[in-house]
């Protein structure tokens, strides 16, 4: 079957990576790509929601599935709006209906969600413009650091986190009152802080049964020791050395299940992935947020690590007999390392080329940010490109990334060089 994917950074890269190698796939589409997808598929300048031009391409192309990456789309309705065309509606769509979608695109519904179902999560409580000063009064209430939130997508921006009350309360009042998110904050969820260590689980669901993929743990801050500011993810590992079998256990039964079942209960259709975002206080797992795609860049370490044919599995999402199918996992630990353009996540500059890419044989290299320019493969973006290795223990997959990202160079170029140092 010819099938399409939507997005264009390291996680699509690596989700192209994995269905080109499907027997399954015929002619492979990437929308819009970048220069790593352009070497296994073929790249279409268009973006993932404009969807009418998706649709266009769909027909013309004969393509009967459709995996959405990134979460705008989703957000925005594409799986509804292949539902409900008559000419779409038999393509298969890897990613959740709207409905679903709103468990990442409003924080305030995820809340409501998770407190209906009984899965653990922070206290909280939302307000708007007309509960300004209640939603003052309860930040009163809480012990430092506060956390704020705009309850819509502010592109990973909307958490705040503040350690003074005074200042806590002045954010809120600017999230609400000046928008400082834009529409985004027009809710904003106050919520209780959690102290632990975070990590991510990734579900993949046909709405009904549900498969448990491989733990992973990202960096999100720009600087080494966990300081400055937040980036998508400077790199990630997978497993996570402490989610062990008992704690597993603990997110499969207070966690995953209910968040499946809630979905089932609440009549919320779901085909797609599920990425819980974790934290663990002492031994118990406490939900942090929702999302409803796959991680960037936990997808560059939890796929590659998934031996099964993804095309088969999305074909079981989408039938619905995911409970016919069983996981084969890796059993060695992967890591990737992510190069970022000097100045990200502010301003940086794009267009340096970027020698190297050829020289690595040992490790697999997945383009984000990246453009074929005159022949040359270039930058076209904060995060660049990830370097994911292979190793007995996470600590040897961290060394060969390293090792391997110094045969890249590019003006600027940038990485943490301490990815896995809290583990
Ligand atoms: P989110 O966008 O909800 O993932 O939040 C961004 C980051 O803020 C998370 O990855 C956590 O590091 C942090 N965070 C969010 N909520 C809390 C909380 N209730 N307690 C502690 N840290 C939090
Ligand atoms: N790496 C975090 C995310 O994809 O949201």
């Known amino acids: 079957?010819?099938?399409?994917?939507?997005?264009?950074?390291?996680?699509?890269?690596?989700?192209?990576?994995?269905?080109?190698?499907?027997?399954?796939?015929?002619?492979?589409y990437v929308a819009p790509g970048n220069a790593g997808t352009r070497d296994i598929a073929t790249n279409v300048a268009i973006s993932p929601t404009d969807f009418d031009a998706v649709k266009k391409l769909v027909l013309s192309q004969d393509i009967s599935m459709v995996v959405v990456g990134p979460e705008d789309p989703l957000v925005q309705g594409i799986h509804d709006f292949?539902?409900?065309?008559?000419?779409?509606?038999?393509?298969?769509?890897?990613?959740?209906?709207?409905?679903?979608?709103?468990?990442?695109?409003?924080?305030?519904?995820?809340?409501?969600?998770?407190?209906?179902?009984?899965?653990?999560?922070a206290g909280y409580q939302s307000f708007t413009l007309e509960t300004v000063d209640k939603g003052c009064q309860f930040l009163e209430t809480l012990k430092a650091p506060y956390v704020l939130k705009a309850d819509g997508l502010a592109a990973g921006k909307g958490v705040l986190i503040i350690s003074d009350l005074e200042e806590?309360?002045?954010?809120?009042?600017?999230?609400?009152?000046?928008?400082?998110?834009g529409i985004a904050s027009t809710t904003v969820v106050v919520e209780e802080f959690l102290a632990g260590i975070e990590l991510s689980v990734f579900v993949l669901t046909d709405g009904k049964s549900y498969l448990t993929l491989p733990t992973a743990k990202d960096y999100k801050r720009i600087g080494e020791g966990d300081i400055g500011l937040n980036t998508g993810g400077m790199g990630a590992i997978s497993p996570v050395p402490f989610a062990d079998a008992s704690f597993m256990e603990k997110i499969e039964e207070q966690v995953i299940k209910p968040t499946v079942n809630g979905l089932q209960k609440d009549h919320i259709p779901y085909k797609g992935f599920i990425f819980?975002?974790?934290?663990?206080?002492?031994?118990?797992p406490f939900v942090i947020e929702y999302n409803v795609r796959m991680?960037?860049?936990?997808t560059e370490v939890v796929l590659p690590r998934v031996k099964n044919d993804l095309v088969s599995l999305f074909e079981a999402v989408s039938q619905e007999r995911l409970?016919?199918?069983?996981?084969?996992?890796?059993?060695?630990?992967?890591?990737?390392?992510?190069?970022?353009?000097?100045?990200?996540?502010?301003?940086?500059?794009?267009?340096?080329?970027?020698?190297?890419?050829?020289?690595?044989?040992?490790?697999?290299?997945?383009?984000?940010?990246?453009?074929?320019?005159?022949?040359k493969v270039v930058t076209n973006g904060g995060r660049v490109i990830a370097v994911t290795s292979f190793g007995d223990d996470f600590k040897q997959a961290i060394k060969k990334s390293y090792q391997n990202l110094e045969k890249l160079s590019f003006d600027k170029m940038y990485y943490r060089k301490d990815i896995g140092f809290d583990l």
């Not at 997005?7 to 499907?22: L, M, P, V």
């Not at 709103?102 to 409501?112: D, N, P, Q, V």
């Not at 890591?335 to 044989?361: F, L, N």
Request: aromatic content about 6%; overall charge negative.
């Open 1 to 28: 079957m010819n099938i399409l994917i939507l997005g264009s950074g390291g996680r699509e890269h690596t989700f192209a990576y994995k269905i080109a190698q499907s027997a399954k796939c015929n002619h492979l």
């Open 82 to 121: 292949f539902r409900t065309d008559v000419e779409l509606k038999d393509v298969s769509v890897i990613g959740p209906e709207k409905l679903g979608a709103t468990l990442e695109g409003s924080k305030e519904f995820a809340k409501e969600f998770m407190v209906k179902h009984g899965i653990p999560t």
């Open 168 to 181: 806590a309360k002045k954010e809120f009042r600017s999230m609400l009152i000046d928008q400082k998110f």
């Open 276 to 284: 819980i975002g974790l934290i663990k206080v002492g031994n118990d």
């Open 295 to 298: 991680g960037d860049p936990e």
């Open 323 to 375: 409970n016919e199918v069983t996981l084969d996992i890796d059993d060695r630990s992967a890591a990737t390392i992510m190069a970022v353009s000097g100045g990200y996540p502010e301003a940086y500059e794009k267009g340096k080329e970027i020698v190297g890419i050829d020289t690595i044989e040992d490790s697999l290299v997945f383009q984000a940010g990246t453009a074929l320019r005159d022949g």
